[in-house]
């Protein structure tokens, strides 16, 4: 049973828009809620975290929005790149992660 | 900067045979994790050491055992490969500290059973 459901699992974005991928949890004891970013052949890279006790953190032109009651957590893409072009995954946990089934972004030109 | 490396990016072998994924990694970290990556299903946990000599079954652990010998080396057997086992699998590692739970991760391994 996956403990961190993700949606979509793709979509596609023109250049200068917004992406936004959703997550939503299970265990409230998670303490940790990350996203990481993939791209073709390479394994995953931390992106951008979050600690429950914040309810945004923005770094450059990637936010996550957190609602502890809702336990859903989003990752905003501003202004997309082709270069924002990847799989992302949510994840949540602590030292253990459990992951999101990913949701691949293409940004068109 | 962390490095994890893993010993094959594409591996094939025959139904029944025994095979050895191995994992490096460089920056003395305790932690090391093996996961499986399929479609539609994300990153599933295999196998968790969180220091020598030590693991923990993750989420998937059938068919599948772990050694950790050396602190910069987890390895991953499969006793008897299956057709079900083909995947890509990723390995990760990280530093046991209360500050951050970041995980480091491998190119991985893409293993195809036949």
């Known amino acids: 049973q996956q403990q961190v459901k993700q949606s979509p699992q793709s979509l596609i974005v023109q250049k200068g828009g917004i992406s936004i991928i959703n997550c939503a949890y299970e265990?409230?004891?998670?303490?940790?809620f990350p996203w990481y970013q993939q791209f073709p052949g390479k394994g995953p890279a931390l992106l951008i975290a979050i600690r429950p006790d914040v309810s945004e953190k923005k770094e450059g032109r990637f936010t996550i929005s957190f609602n502890k009651s809702a336990k859903q957590f989003s990752l905003h893409i501003m202004d997309s790149q082709p270069g924002d072009s990847a799989t992302y995954f949510c994840a949540a946990g602590d030292y253990k992660l459990s992951f999101g089934a990913g949701t691949t972004v293409t940004v068109r030109a | 900067d962390v490095k994890v490396t893993q010993s094959s990016r594409y591996l094939v072998k025959r139904t029944g045979e025994k095979v050895f994924l191995e994992c490096v990694q460089d920056?003395?970290?305790?932690?090391m994790f093996w996961y499986r990556q399929d479609p539609g299903l994300g990153l599933r946990l295999i196998y968790f050491?969180?220091?020598?000599?030590?693991?923990e079954k993750g989420d998937i652990p059938e068919g599948y055992s772990v050694s950790r010998e050396k602190k910069e080396r987890f390895s991953l057997i499969l006793e008897s490969a299956s057709t079900n086992q083909t995947s890509m699998y990723l390995c990760?590692?990280?530093?046991?500290?209360?500050?951050?739970?970041?995980?480091?991760f491998g190119p991985g391994t893409r293993l195809t059973v036949t």
């Open positions: 920056m003395d970290h305790e932690n």
């Open positions: 050491s969180y220091d020598v000599k030590m693991k």
């Open positions: 265990n409230t004891a998670f303490d940790y």
């Open positions: 990760a590692s990280r530093i046991r500290t209360a500050k951050t739970y970041e995980q480091y």
